[in-house]
C-alpha cells in the first residue's frame, strides 16, 4: 500500500537541456554573434509588425517609425553581415523546431540571399516613407503596416530559409499577407475580387510547390537546402523528376505572374499603391524568379528546363509588353510592364548560362528600383489629380515639374536608354539572346523575340511620358494638380538617383554584390565578370538601337489611335484571362457542385440510409469473410442452453421490432427493450458486468427518449391506397431483409469476438498495470479516469457540446397543429390530473428518489475498485429525476426541485479539466493522475485517487446532459397544453360572444 | 459444488430461459398494447432472476449489481410505456 505516484508515459518533446542547446553552437564567438544576427534579422520586421498592430488607428506618424526605424536596424545588421559574406562564407542558425519530423527552423544567408533580403529591407523603408504620406486620415493604420511588416518578415523569412519546407510555409505566408493588403480598402469590390483572385491563383501555385518540395526532399533524402542545392545529378537522374519540375514551376509562375497565370497582378492594383510598389514590382513577384535561380542548380541546364523556363518567360516577356501598350490604366500599364519585365528575367533563368544568370540577378535589382519609383510617382499624380486613366491625364509637367522629371527619367531606365540601369541589364540580356547555345528553333528565334519586346517596352514608356505631361493641359481632372509633399518625393528621387548611379556607373557599385550573388548560385569558382557601359558596337547595341528607333516610330505611328481603342491590344482584347479564370472558378464552386449533386444525391433520408448499411454490410462481409471461417464453432466453446434461449428471446424481439416498425411504432419500442435487455445479460455473460450496469441504466434511459419522440410522429394514415399494393410491400420486404442480414451479421461477429479465445493483446497492460499504476482494481473504470483520461475528456465535452446542441434546437421548435390534437386516450380521460390518475404509483415512484441516489453514490464510490463509475452513477442520477417527472406533471417537479442542467454541465467540465491542470502544479503531464489510501476514522482506509475527481466531473456532465435533454424534448408537451388551452379559451371566448 | 446444487441452478437458469421465451411470445404476438407492456416487465424480472442464478453458478459477486439496478431501475421503462399507453404523453 501507500502512495505510488507515476509519470505518464508520453514522448517528451522539450527537455531543458534541449531549450538551452537550441542555438547550434558554433567554435568562435564570431559565429555565434552572426547566428544570433541572422535570427534578429528573420525577427525584426515580425517585432515590428506587433509593435505597429499595437498603435491607435489614426498614429500615422508613430507606426511609421516604429516600422521603419526596426527596418533600419535590419540594414545595419546587413552591413555588419556584408564582411563576412564578402568573404563567400555561407551563414547558418538553427532553431530546433520538430527534430522528429527533420523539421527545423534553418536560416541560412549567401551572397544572393544578402543581395536579396538587402534589397527587401532598403525597399521597404523608402515605401514606409511613401506611404506615411499616401494614405488618408480615414485609413486604419495598424492594419496597414502590421500586415506589410509581417509581409517583410515573410518575404526574408522566405529568402533566408534553409529548409525547404519552412521555405514553402514563408512562401504561402507571403500569398496570405499579399491577400490582405489587396483587399486593404475592402469596401471596394475591386480589391475584394482582386485579392480572392490572387489568393487562389497564388495559393494553388504554392500547393503545387509544397508538393514539389516534399517529392524533392524524398529523392534527396533531406529537406536541407545546401544538400538540396548538392544533388542536382541524383534529382535530375530521378524519373519523378519531370514531376517535379512542373509543380515547382507551376508554383514558380504563379507567384512571379507568367503567362498563362499573369492575370492576377493587373487585379492586383486594386491594392494601394504602396502595396503595388513593394509587392507586386519590387520584392514578392520577384519571389518565383528568385526560386527559378536558386533552384538552377538542382533542375535547371536539361531541354525540359529550356524549353518549360525560357518559352514561358520569352511568352511572357513578348506579350506583357504588347498589352502594356494597350493599357489606359496607368498601373494597368506598369503592372503588364512588371509581366514583361518578370518574363524577361524568367527567361534569363531558362538560358541559364553564367552571364544569364548573372544578367537576371542583375535586373532583379534593377527592375526593382527603376518599378518601384515608377509605381510611387503613378501613385503621386492619382492622390494629385484624382484619377489613373491615362486619357484624361494630360500635360502635368506643368504642374508638377519635380515629379515629372523623376518619371521620366525612371521611364527611360524602364525603355532601356543607355546611362541608365535597365539599359545595362537589358543589354547582358540581348547578348544572351543573341549567344549561340543550342541551336534550337526557340534559341534561334530569342533574339527577334527580345527585339520586338523591346521595341513594345520603348513604345510603352513612351506613350506613359507622353501622354501624362506633356501635350495640352487637363481640363476635367477631379483634383487641381499639384507637387506632394516634398518627404512623399524623397523615396522616389532617392529610386531614380540609383537608377542613375547604377546606369553610369555599374561595374563599380553593384558590380562585386552581383558577381558575390551569382558565384553563390552557380559555384565559387565562377569568373568574375566585370560589367561595363560600354562593349564596343556589337550586336547587343544594335538591336538595343533597333528597338529605341521602332519603338518610337511605333508609338508615333499608333499612338493617336490607341486612347481611342479598347482596353487591350486589337483581337487580342476580347480573351482575357480574367473572365476565363472567372468562368472556370464560377463553374468549378458553383455549376459544377450543383450537377453533382442532383445527379449522385438525394435529399430523401430513407435512400441515403439504406446505401449506408448496405454499404456497411458489404464492407463488413467483405474484411469478416475469410477470417470468420477460422473462428470456432460456437458449439464448441461449451454450449449454455440457458443463454442459447436468452438469445433466441433476444433474435425475436430485434426482428419484431424491425417488422413492426413501419405501423406499429409502440409495439417496436418494446421490443426493442426486450433486445437490450438480452444484449446486457449477455454482457454479464462474458465477465462485464460493469458494461451490463452501464447497459441497462442507458436502456432504461432510452425507452423514455424514444416515448418522449414517438409522442410527435405522425399517425398511420389508412387512405393511403400506395402503401398496400405490391410495390410498397416489396420495398418494405426488401427492407427487412437488409435489416436482418445486417443485425444478424453484427449478432455473429459480437459472438465470434466473445468467445475467441484470448490471446496476448493491449488488454494484458491494462490488467497489469491498472493497480499499480492507475491505484484501481476496475480496470475499465481505470482505463477511462487515468490510462485514457484525456480521451474521457474529450468524450464529455463532446457529450456537453450535443445536449446544448439538442436544447437549442429544441427550444425553438413549435409542434405541428396536428400534434396538438388530443388522442383517443386522453380524450377519455376528462381532466383528472397526474397525481389523481396515478395515486399510488405516483407515492411510489417518490420515493424511489432516494433509493436511487443512494444507489448512484454507491456505483460512482466504489467505481475505482468494483463495477461502477461516474457514468453509471451520473445515468442513475439522471433516472431518478427523470423518475419524478414521470410521477408527476412538469409543474409539479419544477416547484419542487430545480435542476439547472447547464450549470451541472459546466461544472463537471471545470471539474474534469482542473482535475488534468492540476497535475502541472506538481509538475506531471496534463491529466496525470495520483493514487493514494486514506485514513477515515470509522470506516477505515478508503482509496482516494485524484481520479476519482475526475470521476466526479464525468458523473456531473452527464447527470446534465441527460436531463438537459430529457427535460428539454418534455417541455414539449407542455408547450402543447398551454397551446391547446389557449386554442379552448379563445374558442369560449367566441361562443360567449 | 454439489452436484444436487449443480442441477438446481442448470434447471433454474433454462427455466428462467423459457419464462423470457413466454414472455418474448406475448411481448411479439400481443395481442393488445397492454399485453406487450406486461411482457417486458416480465421479461425484466425473468434477466433479472436469471442474472442472481448465473451469479451463484458462475460463484461471482458482481452479477448482483445488474439486478439491483433491475430491481430499483426496470419498473421505469414499464411506468412510461404505461403512461404512454394511459395518458399520450410521458411526461406533462
Not at chain 1, 358 to 377: D, P, Q, R
Not at chain 1, 532 to 549: K, Q
Not at chain 1, 654 to 674: D, E, P, Q
Request: charged letters at 15%.
Amino acid at each position: 500500500m501507500g502512495t505510488n505516484r507515476r509519470a505518464r508515459s508520453r514522448p517528451r518533446f522539450v527537455s531543458s537541456e534541449d531549450f538551452c542547446r537550441k542555438l547550434r553552437r558554433k567554435d568562435t564567438l564570431g559565429g555565434m554573434i552572426e547566428e544570433n544576427l541572422l535570427l534578429i534579422l528573420v525577427g525584426l520586421p515580425f517585432a515590428a509588425a506587433i509593435a505597429a498592430s499595437t498603435v491607435r488607428a489614426t498614429a500615422h506618424g508613430a507606426a511609421a517609425w516604429v516600422s521603419g526605424l526596426l527596418l533600419a536596424v535590419g540594414l545595419a545588421i546587413l552591413a555588419l553581415l556584408h564582411a563576412p559574406i564578402s568573404d563567400g562564407q555561407v551563414l547558418r542558425a538553427t532553431l530546433r523546431w520538430v527534430p522528429s519530423l527533420g523539421l527545423n527552423l534553418t536560416f541560412r544567408m549567401d551572397g544572393f540571399v544578402w543581395l536579396f533580403v538587402a534589397l527587401v529591407f532598403a525597399i521597404g523603408i523608402l515605401v514606409l516613407v511613401y506611404a506615411r504620406y499616401y494614405l488618408s486620415k480615414a485609413d486604419p493604420v495598424p492594419r496597414f503596416y502590421a500586415f506589410l511588416m509581417a509581409f517583410t518578415g515573410a518575404m526574408v523569412g522566405m529568402l533566408m530559409s534553409g529548409n525547404i519546407l519552412m521555405l514553402v510555409v514563408f512562401w504561402e505566408l507571403t500569398s496570405i499577407l499579399s491577400f490582405l493588403l489587396i483587399g486593404y480598402w475592402h469596401q471596394g469590390q475591386a480589391a475584394r475580387d482582386g485579392a480572392r483572385m490572387a489568393l487562389i491563383v497564388t495559393g494553388l501555385g504554392g500547393l503545387c510547390l509544397l508538393v514539389a518540395m516534399l517529392i524533392l526532399g524524398q529523392i534527396v533524402g533531406s529537406y536541407d537546402l545546401d544538400r538540396v542545392l548538392a544533388a542536382g545529378d541524383v534529382v535530375q537522374a530521378d524519373p519523378l523528376y519531370p514531376l517535379v519540375l512542373g509543380l515547382f514551376l507551376l508554383g514558380c509562375f504563379t507567384k512571379s505572374a507568367q503567362m498563362p497565370f499573369h492575370f492576377w497582378l493587373p487585379g492586383a492594383m486594386a491594392a494601394p499603391t504602396p502595396v503595388s510598389a513593394f509587392l507586386h514590382s519590387a520584392t514578392m513577384v520577384k519571389a518565383g524568379v528568385f526560386l527559378l535561380v536558386r533552384f538552377f542548380p538542382v533542375l535547371g541546364e536539361t531541354d525540359l528546363w529550356f524549353y518549360a523556363v525560357t518559352g514561358t518567360g520569352m511568352l511572357t516577356l513578348v506579350l506583357g509588353s504588347v498589352i502594356a501598350l494597350f493599357r489606359h490604366d496607368l498601373k494597368g500599364l506598369l503592372a503588364y510592364s512588371t509581366i514583361s519585365h518578370l518574363g524577361l528575367i524568367t527567361a534569363l533563368a531558362g538560358i541559364g548560362s553564367n552571364g544569364a544568370i548573372l544578367a537576371a540577378i542583375f535586373h532583379i535589382v534593377n527592375h526593382a528600383v527603376f518599378k518601384a519609383s515608377l509605381f510611387m510617382a503613378a501613385g503621386i499624380i492619382d492622390h494629385e489629380t484624382g484619377t489613373r486613366d491615362m486619357r484624361r491625364l494630360s500635360g502635368l509637367i506643368r504642374f508638377m515639374p519635380v515629379t515629372g522629371a523623376l518619371a521620366i527619367v525612371a521611364s527611360a531606365a524602364m525603355a532601356g536608354v543607355p546611362l541608365l540601369n535597365g539599359f545595362i541589364s537589358k543589354e547582358m540580356f540581348f547578348a544572351e539572346a543573341a549567344d549561340w547555345h543550342n541551336g534550337t528553333w526557340l534559341d534561334n528565334s530569342l533574339p527577334y523575340l527580345a527585339t520586338i519586346a523591346g521595341i513594345f517596352a520603348v513604345a510603352y514608356s513612351l506613350r506613359f511620358i507622353a501622354t501624362v505631361f506633356f501635350g495640352p493641359e487637363a481640363t476635367d481632372l477631379p483634383k487641381v494638380p499639384h507637387e506632394p509633399p516634398s518627404l512623399m518625393r524623397r523615396p522616389v528621387e532617392l529610386l531614380v538617383l540609383v537608377c542613375l548611379v547604377v546606369g553610369i556607373l555599374p561595374g563599380l557599385t553593384l558590380g562585386p554584390t552581383l558577381n558575390l550573388a551569382a558565384q553563390s548560385v552557380l559555384g565559387a569558382d565562377l569568373p568574375y565578370k566585370d560589367i561595363a557601359i560600354w562593349h564596343g558596337f556589337n550586336l547587343p547595341l544594335v538591336m538595343s538601337l533597333v528597338a529605341l528607333g521602332a519603338g518610337v516610330a511605333l508609338y508615333a505611328a499608333l499612338g493617336g489611335r490607341i486612347a481611342t481603342g479598347p482596353e487591350g491590344p486589337p483581337l487580342l482584347h476580347r480573351l482575357r484571362a480574367q473572365r476565363v479564370f472567372e468562368r472556370i472558378l464560377l463553374s468549378l464552386t458553383w455549376k459544377l457542385p450543383r450537377l453533382v449533386h442532383r445527379t449522385f444525391g438525394t435529399e430523401r433520408l430513407q435512400p441515403q440510409l439504406r446505401l449506408i448499411v448496405l454499404l456497411t454490410i458489404a464492407a463488413g462481409f467483405a474484411t469478416l469473410w475469410g477470417s470468420l471461417r477460422q473462428a470456432p464453432s460456437p458449439l464448441a466453446t461449451g454450449f449454455n442452453p440457458a443463454f442459447a434461449l436468452m438469445w433466441a428471446v433476444g433474435a425475436v424481439c430485434a426482428v419484431g421490432a424491425a417488422w413492426l416498425a413501419k405501423y406499429h411504432r409502440f409495439a417496436s419500442v418494446v421490443l426493442l427493450g426486450g433486445a437490450g435487455l438480452v444484449t446486457c445479460l449477455t454482457f454479464a455473460w462474458a465477465s462485464a458486468p460493469d458494461l451490463a450496469v452501464t447497459q441497462l441504466l442507458v436502456e432504461i434511459v432510452t425507452t423514455v427518449l424514444l416515448l418522449l419522440g414517438l409522442r410527435w410522429l405522425p399517425k398511420r394514415r389508412e387512405e393511403i391506397e400506395e402503401d398496400k399494393l405490391l410495390p410498397a410491400r416489396i420495398r418494405r420486404a426488401r427492407d427487412f431483409v437488409i435489416a436482418v442480414v445486417g443485425g444478424a451479421g453484427l449478432a455473429g461477429v459480437a459472438y465470434v469476438m466473445l468467445t475467441w479465445p484470448l490471446i496476448p493483446n493491449v488488454g494484458d497492460w491494462f490488467l497489469r498495470n491498472a493497480y499499480s499504476e492507475g491505484g484501481g482494481t476496475n480496470v475499465v473504470n481505470v482505463i477511462l479516469v487515468d490510462f485514457r483520461a484525456f480521451d474521457t475528456f474529450g468524450e464529455i465535452t463532446v457529450l456537453a457540446i450535443v445536449g446544448v446542441t439538442v436544447f437549442a434546437l429544441l427550444r425553438r421548435f413549435r409542434p405541428a397543429p396536428e400534434s396538438i390534437m388530443l388522442d383517443e386516450e386522453q380524450a377519455g380521460l376528462d381532466d383528472r390530473t397526474v397525481a389523481d390518475a396515478l395515486l399510488v404509483p405516483s407515492v411510489i415512484m417518490r420515493w424511489m428518489f432516494p433509493v436511487m441516489i443512494v444507489l448512484a453514490a454507491y456505483l460512482f464510490f466504489r467505481g475505482h475498485d468494483l463495477p461502477g463509475g461516474g457514468f453509471a452513477a451520473g445515468v442513475t442520477v439522471s433516472v431518478a429525476f427523470l423518475l419524478q417527472y414521470l410521477a408527476h406533471d412538469v409543474r409539479w417537479v419544477e416547484a419542487r426541485l430545480t435542476v439547472l442542467p447547464i450549470r451541472w454541465m459546466g461544472i463537471g467540465l471545470l471539474i474534469a479539466g482542473a482535475t488534468g491542470v492540476g497535475a502541472f502544479l506538481f509538475g506531471y503531464p496534463f491529466l496525470t493522475m495520483h493514487a493514494q489510501y486514506v485514513d477515515v476514522p470509522l470506516i477505515g482506509q478508503v482509496p482516494a485517487a485524484t481520479a476519482l475527481i475526475f470521476d466526479a466531473g464525468v458523473f456531473a456532465l452527464v447527470v446534465g446532459a441527460t436531463v438537459l435533454m430529457l427535460i428539454a424534448i418534455a417541455h414539449q408537451s407542455l408547450r402543447t397544453t398551454r397551446m391547446r388551452e389557449r386554442d379552448s379559451a379563445d374558442t369560449s371566448e367566441k361562443e360567449a360572444a | 459444488m454439489t452436484t444436487v446444487l449443480w442441477l438446481a441452478l442448470t434447471w433454474a437458469q433454462i427455466a428462467l430461459g423459457l419464462a423470457a421465451c413466454l414472455a418474448a411470445y406475448r411481448i411479439a404476438v400481443g395481442p393488445r398494447a397492454q399485453d406487450r407492456v406486461l411482457g417486458l416487465d416480465a421479461l425484466y424480472i425473468a434477466t433479472m432472476l436469471l442474472f442472481i442464478v448465473t451469479g451463484m453458478r458462475l460463484g461471482t459477486p458482481f452479477l448482483f449489481e445488474a439486478a439491483l439496478v433491475i430491481a430499483i431501475g426496470g419498473f421505469v421503462g414499464t411506468v412510461s410505456l404505461a403512461k404512454f399507453l394511459l395518458r399520450g404523453e410521458v411526461i406533462e
